[in-house]
């Protein structure tokens, strides 16, 4: 039996520091731990974290480059697969992907794979003459103007692979700010200078951005406008409302509520919004258990609120978030109240919350998604104190295109509907990945998504008839 | 020419075409911008930013022109945003309209239709009732206003309604005292109930009294929620309100919602009511 060595723990902001700022919490490997760490692979044949990766990441070839110092090379290799491994690395749930099929950890700790590529991603950014992280783009004759409708994480990567093979890309968001989920995303897990980065990349590579532009009539983008292919990346950014009494008490707010006041400056914010700015002696509660829920729990932290508490109606095994995020949180002093679930709100002056009124919950068997569901505990309903309530219940699919378009989308929460395997809608040139076809679910499988919509479009532009991209069974994720 | 071959519109914004100042505080804007023009359609809104930086405001689309390329807004000064807003002359230009934005008004089955406009609510009622009338359907308008001098788009709804009352709260012009009261007296000269329906825009104050009325009297009644909205696109939450028992959404699953199911007692405790109510006190 081989000797292992554990696994190199990386750089963390202390815990009395991380409260005080906003900055990156994981300030990543030195040299010299990154090489020890990647020296920890066994290069495995069977290559399972590469099977893992919804990207499909050549993760041993550049490992092995790694353990050589190749750092220029390494970088190449991942840039061949992945449109974004500097976010991918910090946002990827890790160990439920690549580090979770590791074959060291099946007896070890398994690969920081996750800190490697960060590793290697940051290495390439300081270096002044790191790999250009541009692709080589196609010569542009032949090429056709497509449009890619939202600018999170599926367009992002659907606009790279067009712009790459010599198309001209046109990217449409109604927000002020391009990046879509990745806009929300708290800068101490992702610094806004990365996403700026690759938004600047894209813009290099040919790609136009059109930011304050919604786009309400598909069809007059192919026929009025010139467009020969449109993707639509709108992911799922309508918060989830738990329908419970009193949910429209003041001082409680959406997770995106809570998060854009906190990020967005004064004049940015819509309509009068009030900005956050700290949150000093609030009593703040959570409800949820996913990465937004950990995202307003540690930013209720950062803002120095009295006591941050999270609930969530099943327990820590059975979170439907990363694993590093809730371990954080716990770290950072949040409490977690596993197998709890709010049943209403109370307020003391008839207009503010005062108090969120819960249950304990049991698991039961397991339900349809494979997870136990949650049962409540009779006569188990007590209240905790709030002054603040975050709710964090997930998202849904905005359905922006049912007046027109009602084929596109499956009931009932407007899911759009395309072949999974292939991005096509029933609209012929029409695309959609990522969020708005699955319901909410991870950066990288939307990129994956913009990448296989991508591929398929350039199928479609090659001549491949549309019934054959539509062939397989069309459904929404939600059915 | 399609307005997105490849030079970013952003750098010039959106041209103000003409201004009209309507009232003391409320301006009448007609910009171009063919793309939200050509999508739009009767009861939708747009979010219009000013400058670079500034907050987003959701505005009513109070006319459109797919041929012509325009959109028309009226503005009312009550905010720091409005306020930029209309301190914009003709041929200048805003930095954004997005849109269109919202669900499209859906008429029911009423024969004959009363739209109810309060205040500057009137430019929002306008195209409501002019797609009611161009589908044939029998349309009236009441008109109210503080004084005569903030009632507006008179002459425009007489266009396209039988008949148009016009009401002051100080009897400045027209019947004196409120909408509602107006509605109350014209009830019993419209025949058959189960024909009737009625669509209101204005102060929450106002269509809570509308609906409070129409409910008594069995008549179908639609309210627009778009004092409540924040950032008009379904991605906060801040405006949820409670219809028929469910949290909706005020942008996206309305602005127009059925006026017997809004749960008014629940919107006037939130705080955003009460700056409804106060811009609708502070402007007639």
Redo the contacts between chains.
């Keep these: 039996m081989r000797d292992v060595k554990p696994r190199v723990q990386p750089a963390l902001q202390p815990v009395p520091d991380r409260l005080r700022n906003f900055d990156e919490m994981i300030q990543g490997y030195a040299l010299e731990d990154a090489l020890e760490e990647a020296r920890r692979c066994i290069l495995c044949k069977s290559a399972r974290c590469q099977g893992a990766c919804p990207l499909g990441n050549r993760i041993p070839q550049w490992i092995a480059e790694l353990q050589q110092g190749r750092f220029e090379e390494a970088y190449r290799i991942i840039r061949e697969i992945s449109p974004m491994p500097e976010l991918c690395s910090r946002l990827c749930p890790q160990e439920r992907l690549c580090e979770g099929a590791c074959a060291l950890g099946i007896k070890h700790e398994p690969v920081a794979i996750g800190l490697l590529e960060r590793f290697v991603c940051d290495q390439n950014r300081a270096r002044p003459n790191g790999v250009d992280p541009t692709p080589a783009t196609a010569p542009m004759t032949g090429s056709k103007r497509v449009a890619a409708i939202g600018s999170g994480p599926a367009s992002l990567a659907f606009a790279q692979a067009m712009a790459r093979a010599g198309h001209r890309v ?1 990217v449409f968001e ?3 700010k391009l990046g879509g989920v990745l806009r929300w995303i708290p800068r101490f897990k992702l610094p806004s200078e990365l996403l700026d980065a690759h938004l600047a990349m894209l813009t290099r590579m040919g790609v ?1 951005f ?5 786009v ?2 598909i069809e ?1 983008l192919l026929t ?3 467009f020969e292919g449109v993707f639509i990346g709108i992911g799922a ?3 989830s ?1 738990p ?1 419970l009494p009193g ?4 001082g409680i ?2 997770s ?2 809570f998060l ?1 006041r906190t990020f967005y ?1 004064r ?7 009030e900005p956050i700015a700290d949150v000093i002696g609030r009593r703040v509660v959570v409800l949820g258990g996913g990465d937004s829920a950990m995202d307003c729990v540690r930013t209720a932290l950062r803002l120095n609120a009295a006591e941050v508490t999270c609930a969530y109606r099943r327990d820590e095994a059975n979170m439907p978030g990363s694993k590093k995020e809730v371990r954080a949180a716990k770290e950072e002093g949040a409490n977690l109240q596993w197998l709890t679930a709010p049943v209403a709100f109370h307020s003391d002056d ?2 503010s919350v005062s108090q969120v009124e819960c249950l304990r919950m049991e698991l039961g068997p397991p339900d349809a998604s494979g997870r136990r569901s949650p049962k409540p505990i009779l006569n188990s309903a007590f209240r905790m104190e709030a002054d603040l309530v975050v ?1 964090a219940f997930g998202y849904e699919v ?1 359905s ?1 295109f049912d ?1 027109e378009h009602f084929f596109l989308m499956a009931p009932p929460k407007g899911t759009v509907r395309a072949n999974p395997n292939t991005g096509a809608t029933a609209l012929r040139g029409v695309f959609a990945g990522g969020d708005c076809v699955t319901g909410p679910n991870l950066v990288c499988t939307a990129a994956r998504a913009g990448l296989t919509a991508a591929q398929h479009m350039l199928r479609y532009f090659a001549g491949e008839p549309w019934d054959v991209l539509t062939a397989a069974p069309v459904v929404g994720s939600q059915a | 020419m399609p307005p997105f071959h490849d030079t970013p519109h952003t750098c010039t914004g959106f041209r103000i075409l003409s201004k009209e100042r309507l009232t003391p505080v409320t301006n009448r804007f007609v910009l171009e911008a063919p793309w939200v023009a050509r999508a739009a359609q009767p009861g939708q809104f747009v979010v219009v930013r000013v400058v670079e930086g500034g907050e987003r405001i959701p505005v009513t689309i109070a006319d459109f022109d797919a041929q012509a390329g325009t959109v028309t807004i009226v503005v009312q000064e009550v905010g720091r945003t409005s306020r930029l807003l209309c301190a914009l002359q003709k041929g200048g230009a805003v930095l954004d309209v997005v849109g269109p934005l919202g669900e499209p008004f859906r008429a029911l089955k009423g024969k004959v239709v009363i739209g109810i406009g309060g205040g500057f609510g009137a430019a929002a009622l306008y195209p409501i009732v002019r797609g009611l009338h161009q589908a044939g359907v029998m349309t009236e308008a009441i008109l109210g206003a503080r004084t005569k001098e903030f009632l507006i788009l008179e002459r425009e709804l007489r266009g396209v309604c039988r008949e148009v009352l016009s009401c002051t709260d100080d009897g400045s012009y027209g019947f004196k005292g409120l909408v509602t009261e107006c509605l109350t007296t014209r009830l019993p000269q419209l025949g058959a109930r189960e024909e009737l329906e009625v669509v209101a825009v204005g102060p929450m104050p106002m269509m809570r009294a509308v609906a409070a009325v129409t409910a008594k009297q069995g008549i179908p009644a639609q309210v627009s929620l778009d004092p409540i909205m924040v950032d008009g696109t379904g991605m906060c939450g801040g405006c949820r309100v409670t219809v028929g028992g469910e949290v909706k959404f005020a942008c996206v699953d309305g602005p127009m919602f059925d006026a017997h199911q809004v749960d008014f007692a629940e919107l006037v405790r939130r705080n955003k009511m009460y700056k409804a109510e106060e811009a609708a006190l502070n402007a007639g």
């Design positions: 046109t109604r927000w002020p136009t059109y930011t304050n532009t919604e309400s009539w007059s009025d406008e010139d950014s309508r918060p409302m329908q949910e429209s008490l003041k707010c959406s995106t509520e854009v400056s004049e940015e914010l819509p309509n009068d919004w008839g207009r709710l905005e922006v007046n």
